[in-house]
């Protein structure tokens, strides 16, 4: 368990820090084809909705493709909210890992992301919890991102929120 616990960690950085430099072909490298990023909302003070599908979603995006055309509407600045781009530092600790095996790992940590907007010379701060699941398709092979789970604690959001964000 220390070795799946060491890569998961290794993981979970490397995106963050992918994320915080803006690397976007580095952090699109590192998901799978079918990788689903969701960001619920919440339905109650202390629930989080369960079903993309019928309920609301801060951000849902099912498919790798779907992650790369947000990603070439930041690049090609056709985000007006993310333009200019705002700097991120994501801080990610309490790294747990919750299911392991050759093809599957599991892991949950807990993240704060500050945010600075250029535009406005102010800095505000996501918390929250994530559930990061990689997948392989063979043991030796590369880990990807199957499926991101974001929970945002602090869902008050003062400007913009989109993937580099969380």
């Known amino acids: 368990m220390h070795e799946a616990m060491a890569e998961a960690q290794r993981l979970i950085y490397r995106e963050a820090l992918a994320l915080d430099e803006q690397r976007w072909t580095d952090w699109l ?10 960001v619920p ?17 801060l951000i ?6 779907a992650l790369r055309d947000r990603v070439d509407r930041v690049r090609g600045g056709r985000s007006p909210a993310g333009t200019p781009l705002p700097r991120t530092v994501h801080a990610v600790s309490n790294v747990l890992v919750e299911e392991a095996s050759d ?33 392989r398709e063979a043991p030796g092979q590369a880990w990807r991102i199957g499926r991101k789970h974001v929970v945002l604690v602090n869902d008050r959001i003062p400007g913009m929120l989109d993937f580099y964000s969380v």
């Open 60 to 65: 849902y995006c099912a498919g790798v493709q």
């Open 103 to 135: 093809t599957l790992l599991r892991a949950t940590s807990v993240f704060t992301s500050t945010v600075y907007d250029l535009r406005r010379g102010e800095s505000h701060a996501f918390v929250g919890r994530y559930e990061h699941r990689f997948v």
């Open 41 to 57: 909302a919440w339905r109650t003070d202390h629930e989080t909705t369960a079903d993309p599908q019928r309920e609301v979603s």
């Open 29 to 38: 490298d590192g998901l799978h084809s079918e990788a689903v990023f969701w």
